[in-house]
């Protein structure tokens, strides 16, 4: 899944590491993605890039505190019969972040 979530209203999470972090390790613990490792960087004077290895592939987030938007994606190996689990971890984020409601990029890879 790739997504740009737009004229988000909880600004402050933008550009805070530990609850950027909190979304993240919730989504892997929800759908069961092995966390591997985690690499961060907080930008001066704002925004914040996370990378999660995952056993399955890795989620990455570029934070722009200055645009009121965030870049997201999450790539796994895992076969899914629908793109039901893609489509409520979108949901989870704009409800998380109070961000404008659009629709997420949703891409089968097959192997």
């Given at each position: ?14 550009n805070?590491?530990d ?11 929800k ?34 505190p ?46």
């Amino acid at each position: 899944m790739i997504c740009d979530i737009k004229q988000i209203k909880n600004t402050a999470l933008l550009n805070n590491l530990d609850g950027i972090r909190n979304v993240l390790d919730i989504i892997c613990k929800k759908y069961d993605f092995r966390c591997l490792n985690v690499v961060e960087h907080v930008f001066s004077p704002a925004g914040i890039s996370i990378l999660y290895l995952l056993s399955e592939s890795h989620i990455s987030i570029h934070t722009f505190p200055e645009r009121n938007y965030f870049a997201l994606d999450i790539y796994t190996c895992r076969e899914y019969t629908d793109n039901l689990v893609y489509e409520n971890i979108y949901g989870y984020l704009v409800d998380i972040f109070e961000a404008k409601r659009e629709i997420p990029v949703i891409l089968d890879r097959y192997f």
